[in-house]
């Protein structure tokens, strides 16, 4: 009897210790992504932060559990374009591929793998020929395949992983041309954003994109949002 209830003690205790275990690695998760999203707001880019921050995610990246692996490996990818470490960041996003064929990972994959080849690599940054209508084409695909990928999220009702999305999509055209070349785009971008803060109810972000879409490209769509979110308050 006693050998039974050390037993049953043994198997409750383990079976603690695994949960306990798995939790601890989700919370760890969930709280490096809370700060990638907290950083991805914060201007200038303080790349520092980033960096200390990829500690966390590579840790997490050997996990035996999958889902926190591949989130782990695909948070490291993005974090790599922030800093404009294209091949880092394809190495990182090829790994979470070999685990798990997600559209998102595949998208993000197509996307990176469309900036090499646009792209001159000179340490790590993006230098593009603004002549060359091959790379235009290419900066257009990058946008087009990154909108898709968001588009996913969207309908997802996954809000703050499209309103990530958008940020680093943002932060990769701005790095690869002028603003003053791309305000069409950006006031797309930001109408995008001003729509995704507004369905989580966080109606002053809304509003914040809102304008910067309107003072970038003052269209009869983006001034139609501007007045329908204005409401809300």
Do not use: W
Not at 13 to 30: A, D, G, H, Q, R
Not at 54 to 62: A, D, I, R
Not at 189 to 199: H, R
Not at 210 to 231: C, F, G, R, T
């Amino acid at each position: 009897m006693k050998s039974l209830k050390c037993n049953i003690i043994m198997l409750i205790i383990s079976t603690l210790l695994i949960v306990s275990c798995k939790n601890k690695n989700i919370i760890n998760l969930e709280s490096a992504i809370d700060e990638f999203e907290y950083l991805k707001k914060q201007t200038p880019t303080k790349f520092d932060e980033f960096e200390y921050l990829k500690t966390k995610f590579e840790n997490l990246s050997y996990s035996k559990k999958h889902k926190i692996q591949i989130s782990a490996l695909f948070y490291l990818s993005e974090i790599s374009l922030i800093q404009n470490k294209l091949n880092e960041s394809y190495d990182f996003i090829c790994q979470a591929y070999d685990v798990n064929h997600a559209d998102s990972i595949y998208l993000q994959k197509q996307k990176i793998e469309l900036l090499l080849q646009s792209a001159t690599i000179i340490n790590d940054t993006l230098d593009i020929n603004e002549s060359n209508p091959q790379e235009k084409k290419m900066l257009n695909n990058i946008i087009e395949i990154s909108r898709k990928e968001i588009d996913i999220l969207y309908e997802n009702k996954n809000y703050d992983g499209a309103i990530t999305q958008t940020n680093v999509l943002i932060s990769i055209i701005k790095n690869l041309k002028p603003e003053s070349e791309i305000q069409i785009e950006l006031s797309q971008l930001y109408q995008d954003l001003a729509i995704f803060y507004s369905q989580k109810n966080n109606v002053i972000e809304a509003k914040k994109f809102i304008d910067k879409a309107v003072e970038l490209n003052p269209n009869s769509k983006n001034i139609e949002i501007q007045k329908l979110i204005y409401k809300k308050t």
